[in-house]
């Protein structure tokens, strides 16, 4: 979950305008500290204010965990002490199995409610329509008509950005493609049949192109084979694209790993 945390928190603070506005119900026009300093120094994903002062707290989940609305009960009670104002909270799954948790802690006095929000119920479409590059980003984990055409548009913007801004993004977008089956390599279809032919040109998104072919690669050789050794890796290390090509042509008749590498 860390790597997936720390990018996706990264994201939401750049403040993606259509991301936040569908998750917060309101503009965030500051982030406060996240630091929740009592007995068990708590810290919270995200914590912001909106225009009219009220506190927002985002937690951002890749698995159902079970100890969630405890969790949430927790952070509701240390905000409210440090800041004297009660958060609205969220919960944001963006995991792949089904969204199994609940919505509410309850105990025999009461109960305390948060939102639950499933990443694939926002508006992908609109989220890859927005200006901000973090919006398009996360985009690719919300709800999308036709992802594959979506994959290719958001890889498009991507190639056109300044350099920076190109290789921020577009690692981000590599370490979410962890978090759906089947990502990498349509992230991969969508560099090849980019409609901007700059792609395979960019400095940053090119040499991304060419490893995310020779990972797919190397899944198929894990399938037909089992584990790569160290001398097929070398090789898989200095092929080029058209080699790769070639390979992936052959894998499914080659007998062997050797076979399969012969010129």
Known sequence: MMKYDTTLKSLFRQSPP???QQIAG???TR???VELPKVQNLRTDLLGETTDGRLVQIEIQSDNDPTMPFRM???SVAITDVYKRVPRQVVLYVGSPLLKMPGAYEWEFGIARYTLIDIRDLDGDALLASPSPSDNVLGILAGLTERPRSVRILVGKLA????HESASYARALLILAGLRPGLAP???KAMTYQFDPAILENEVLG???REGERAVLRRLIERRFGPVPDWAETRLATLSSEEVD????RILDAQSLEQLFQK
């Open 246 to 249: 070639d390979i992936s042509a």
């Open 73 to 75: 009960l927790q952070y």
């Open 160 to 163: 056109k950005l300044d350099t």
């Open 31 to 33: 982030w406060t500290p």
């Open 186 to 188: 349509e992230l991969e």
């Open 18 to 20: 259509v991301a936040l």
């Open 207 to 209: 040499p991304i192109y």
């Open 26 to 28: 309101q503009a965030i």
